[in-house]
């Protein structure tokens, strides 16, 4: 079945650095692919999103590229602040039937000042 | 534009019991999908309800079950609880129920089982 595999926390970094968080997935057909953030206490909210191969996906200084040939999503940020803290989740939909996100394993990000 | 909201927030429940939680889905939006998060793992897809429906279900046992009333609310329903339920549960709606449609999260329940 569909399967995402990100890239064991935790990753703590010092704010300005930059981020690299890996994410790569095994599915049928062509999926589209998502970044969601977990701020403690909250629920999920989408990050950004790609749903063909070669796009980029941009929010917030987040950038991510649905790469095919080596089915892969990385998730980048150039400088990261402390309130990037949260935890990071890399999920993909098949494209027919009920749109049932897979989730990877998450990445918690601690930024220190 | 209300989002979706959850509850109730925290719920405490001995092993062999019965829980229900409940999920209001944002505005305008048709179709519920549940997800179980265990401690340290990504959330896992239970089940969706598109139209009052069940349409489509993950890998979980059938004393997990649902609802979705008229007005798109929805619950999650688990008998028999076992220690291994403790979980956040979140519940997401989205505007139809296949295609690229973002699904929107609520703050989850978390239910711890003893």
């Known amino acids: 079945g569909d399967s995402v595999t990100q890239m064991e926390g935790p990753v703590t970094l010092s704010e300005e650095a930059f981020l690299t968080i890996n994410c790569t997935y095994t599915?049928?057909?062509?999926?589209?692919l998502f970044w969601y953030v977990q701020y403690p206490g909250e629920g999920l909210q989408l990050l950004l999103k790609?749903?063909?191969?070669?796009d980029k996906g941009s929010n917030k200084g987040f950038e991510a590229t649905y790469r095919k040939e080596t089915t892969s999503f990385h998730l980048e940020k150039g400088s990261v602040q402390v309130s990037d803290s949260a935890v990071y989740f890399c999920?993909?939909?098949?494209?027919?039937?009920?749109?049932?996100?897979?989730f990877g394993q998450g990445t918690r990000l601690t930024i220190n000042p | 534009e209300t989002g979706v909201t959850q509850s109730p927030t925290h719920l405490i429940k001995t092993r062999g019991q019965q829980v229900t939680l409940r999920c209001s889905s944002q505005?305008?939006?048709?179709?519920v999908s549940w997800y179980q998060q265990a401690l340290g793992q990504g959330p896992q897809f239970i089940f969706q309800?598109?139209?009052?429906?069940?349409?489509g279900r993950g890998n979980f046992p059938p004393r997990f079950s649902g609802l979705q009333f008229p007005n798109y609310s929805s619950e999650l329903n688990v008998n028999a609880l076992e220690l291994d339920d403790s979980a956040l549960y979140l519940c997401?709606?989205?505007?139809?129920?296949?295609?690229?449609?973002?699904?929107?999260f609520g703050p989850g329940t978390r239910l711890t089982v003893l």
């Open positions: 309800y598109y139209r009052e429906e069940e349409n």
């Open positions: 999920a993909l939909t098949g494209g027919q039937g009920a749109q049932k996100l897979v």
């Open positions: 790609a749903t063909k191969a070669d």
């Open positions: 505005s305008g939006h048709n179709t």
């Open positions: 599915a049928t057909g062509y999926p589209s």
């Open positions: 997401a709606s989205s505007l139809v129920a296949g295609g690229q449609n973002e699904q929107f």
